[in-house]
């Protein structure tokens, strides 16, 4: 059963509005300049933050921010944005230039920490792709190279995907080689068990400092990052 949203489009993406589903997650299987990217792991002390809201709730910590997760932005920033993702998902594409406006409003305040949440054709594939481009120093360039190109490739047609990435500057025949390494399965099955445990339904789904995003909508999410940052502030 899928449900449908109105998601704000910025006029990167060369419209006002459009209507994108957000698609129910089943279980299968780093200001964002170049400066301020960090494509590592979410061990940093700002950890810490992001999962007081667990605490609250009764909820392990690490399972909303684990080790192996991809944060872009200052890794010790006091706010920290969860953001259970599915590539392949078309909200999730046009959340992410939203996300980064406001991440560069707040550049020494805001980090994001990904989960994955894969559930469309070509989703674990994309994944697959993301993290090869880690240990090369891209995700983020190649993060935003597919997602750029997801029209073309969301129906499971993966070559779009690769010839975005490469283009983006990544070494295909090394990331093909990474593909299928263990430890980005073990990593991508945590997450799913992570966002099953969370109540996770669909994607984007998003926690900021441990508090989720109860009423979807870039508004409402852009006023808990702001209320967030400014009761970090004081």
């Avoid at 129910?24 to 992001?50: D, E, H, I, W, Y």
């Avoid at 990331?175 to 339904?201: C, E, F, H, S, W």
């Amino acid at each position: 059963m899928n449900r449908k949203v109105l998601v704000p489009m910025t006029l990167t993406l060369g419209a006002a509005a459009f209507v994108a589903g957000i698609f129910l997650f089943n279980g299968s299987v780093g200001n964002v300049g170049a400066s301020n990217v960090v494509a590592g792991n979410a061990t940093a002390p700002g950890a810490s933050a992001a999962t007081s809201g667990l605490k609250a709730q009764g909820l392990p910590s690490e399972t909303l921010v684990r080790a192996h997760s991809p944060v872009i932005g200052p890794r010790n920033a006091p706010v920290t944005i969860v953001e259970f993702f599915d590539p392949s998902c078309e909200a999730c594409r046009a959340f992410y230039p939203e996300v980064k406006q406001i991440m560069a409003r707040y550049p020494n305040e805001v980090r994001l920490v990904v989960r994955y949440a894969p559930n469309h054709p070509g989703s674990e594939e994309a994944v697959r792709i993301l993290e090869a481009a880690r240990p090369q120093n891209l995700y983020v360039p190649v993060l935003e190279a597919v997602l750029a190109q997801q029209p073309q490739w969301h129906d499971g047609n993966m070559e779009s995907a690769w010839s975005a990435a490469a283009a983006a500057g990544l070494n295909v025949e090394r990331a093909r080689a990474a593909l299928n390494a263990p430890a980005v399965t073990a990593n991508m099955q945590q997450d799913i068990a992570d966002g099953q445990a969370l109540g996770v339904k669909g994607t984007p789904t998003y926690f900021v400092n441990g508090t989720p995003l109860i009423e979807f909508g870039l508004p409402q999410l852009e006023a808990l990052i702001r209320a967030e940052v400014e009761a970090r502030r004081r």
